[in-house]
């Protein structure tokens, strides 16, 4: 319900804003696959589509001039009819890639293409238990699955075929039955509505369908589902159906009774072949997968049968060398997005946290990395930085030991000063050797004291020295007892003094 009312929350928000003369550059349209269900258009989004699915647009509040650009190169314009659903395009072969979609004064959007095989296939998420075990789930709409010898395999699920009929059985006296059709994973989308940021998520429905009875004539014993047509959405439906699990959940009104609901998943293959014993989720060795790779069980669809197939994540490596020291380093960390950093020694794997099934080209990698050494930053002074897969790089920078000592004015040590470079902690005491990467640095300490800083760049300095100037206790007591003695002394000087005066009356 949750979900359903930020889904509402954010149709109104869409459907309710203020529509702007037609003067104005500006207006609201909504993207689908053609079912009654539509997803807002956010600029900067990703949509997916697959080859023989339609791309519709519905402008809701007036004409919208819409820019199609192919991954292929070709470019079609179109006008979006305010009010009106349109299609726009039906995804062939040859546009796999990313395609463009421009609304003229709303923003872009990015559409990726997959082949049907490719999104059959499915996708690998790599996660990380430990640093040496990995855990590998299959993910998106697919076929496919890692094959088990357990003692208790999963429930069998009924395979079905599209453009087919489904029979839900239904309780003795229902006076009301909803069933959808719906994918395990929501749709997810991010993007700007003007200068607004938002995310929009809500339930990857295929299909909905709702059967109503009275008392006097209940619902018979069963109702027909229809199983849309491979590409299409069915009614009431946001998505299109795909090869792979479907989750079928039924709701029930029962006279005399509290609503009941069940649910279940079926399995929507070419044909009607039982899929082997697999599962959703394997662990498996950090070594054996760089290795050896793992087995899926995958489907040919040329072939109309199910095989198995290894795969092997591409994997980078890489270590940071210390010139000025003369050492490679361990105290650092390297994080890529996308991708896991899992630490060896001194050496870190990169594997990505993504990997598809069906194929797998493993590419040159060039990024920025968030690289933090010696507990410094220092991801803008070594990117981008170019990472060939099965290979190691060598990160290079140069670093120096250094001094870093508090004192009072008076010389010795403050025993108790928090030192910090550039804000982060390093360590406790009146003397730290700390290593660092050559540059300029702002040193810091907090003592019970008061707080004391300075800058310096360690490429010409070794030892950096913060004086704190302030008035000790130990100090403090020898000013009062300097005091003292000074106005001791005074008294003194005054009654000498006055006893030389009566002397002279």
């Given at each position: 319900m949750e979900r359903l009312a930020a889904t509402l929350?954010?149709?109104?928000?869409?459907?309710?804003?203020?529509?702007?003369?037609?003067?104005?550059?500006?207006?609201?349209?909504?993207?689908?696959?053609?079912?009654?269900?539509?997803?807002?258009?956010?600029?900067?989004?990703?949509?997916?589509?697959?080859?023989?699915?339609?791309?519709?647009?519905?402008?809701?509040?007036?004409?919208?001039?819409?820019?199609?650009?192919?991954?292929?190169?070709?470019?079609?314009?179109?006008?979006?009819?305010?009010?009106?659903?349109?299609?726009?395009?039906?995804?062939?072969?040859?546009?796999?890639?990313?395609?463009?979609?421009?609304?003229?004064g709303l923003g872009s959007a990015s559409l990726r293409v997959l082949g049907v095989e490719e999104a059959t296939a499915g996708w690998i998420r790599v996660s990380k238990v430990d640093d040496d075990l990995l855990e590998l789930s299959i993910i998106g709409t697919s076929l496919s699955g890692f094959e088990t010898q357990e003692a208790t395999p999963a429930p069998a699920r009924i395979i079905v075929s599209p453009n087919s009929t489904l029979t839900v059985s239904l309780p003795p006296r229902t006076l009301y039955a909803r069933v959808l059709l719906k994918y395990k994973e929501d749709v997810s989308l991010s993007g700007y509505v003007s200068d607004l940021y938002l995310t929009y998520s809500a339930e990857s429905i295929v299909a909905e369908y709702n059967y109503t009875g009275t008392i006097d004539s209940p619902l018979a014993g069963s109702v027909s589902v229809r199983i849309p047509e491979i590409g299409r959405p069915g009614p009431g439906g946001l998505v299109p159906l795909r090869y792979g699990v479907l989750v079928v959940i039924a709701q029930y009104v029962v006279q005399g009774a509290p609503r009941r609901e069940q649910s279940w998943e079926i399995l929507v293959s070419p044909f009607l072949e039982e899929i082997p014993t697999v599962s959703e989720t394997t662990r498996v060795s950090l070594s054996r997968l760089l290795r050896e790779g793992v087995e899926v069980v995958v489907v040919n669809l040329s072939k109309q049968s199910f095989e198995k197939r290894v795969v092997r994540p591409p994997h980078y490596r890489v270590v940071v060398y210390d010139e000025g020291l003369g050492e490679y380093v361990t105290d650092y960390s390297l994080a890529v997005p996308g991708y896991l950093s899992i630490r060896n020694d001194s050496e870190t794997i990169l594997i990505p946290t993504s990997v598809p099934v069906a194929s797998l080209d493993p590419q040159t990698l060039k990024v920025v990395p968030e690289l933090t050494v010696y507990?410094?930053?220092?991801?803008?002074?070594?990117?981008?930085?170019?990472?060939?897969?099965?290979?190691?790089?060598?990160?290079?920078?140069?670093?120096?030991?250094?001094?870093?000592?508090?004192?009072?004015?008076?010389?010795?040590?403050?025993?108790?000063?928090?030192?910090?470079?550039?804000?982060?902690f390093a360590g406790v005491g009146g003397m730290l050797r700390l290593r660092l990467p050559i540059g300029l640095y702002n040193f810091s300490a907090m003592t019970s004291y008061g707080a004391v800083s300075r800058v310096a760049d360690i490429s010409e300095e070794g030892e950096v020295v913060l004086v704190l100037r302030v008035l000790t206790q130990e100090t403090l007591a020898l000013m009062v007892m300097l005091g003292v003695q000074l106005s001791y002394l005074f008294l003194s000087l005054l009654r000498h003094r006055g006893g030389l005066m009566r002397a002279r009356g």
């Open positions: 929350l954010l149709a109104a928000l869409f459907l309710n804003m203020p529509a702007p003369s037609n003067s104005e550059v500006g207006g609201h349209i909504l993207i689908g696959y053609g079912g009654d269900k539509y997803m807002p258009f956010l600029d900067g989004a990703v949509y997916t589509f697959l080859v023989g699915e339609r791309l519709y647009v519905l402008a809701v509040d007036r004409d919208l001039s819409v820019t199609l650009t192919l991954g292929s190169g070709g470019s079609y314009a179109f006008l979006a009819t305010h009010g009106e659903p349109q299609l726009i395009w039906e995804f062939r072969g040859e546009d796999v890639g990313t395609a463009i979609l421009n609304i003229h507990k410094i930053k220092l991801s803008g002074a070594v990117g981008p930085v170019v990472f060939e897969p099965d290979s190691r790089t060598v990160l290079r920078i140069r670093g120096r030991e250094v001094s870093v000592s508090v004192r009072f004015a008076a010389g010795y040590p403050v025993a108790d000063a928090a030192v910090y470079v550039n804000g982060s």
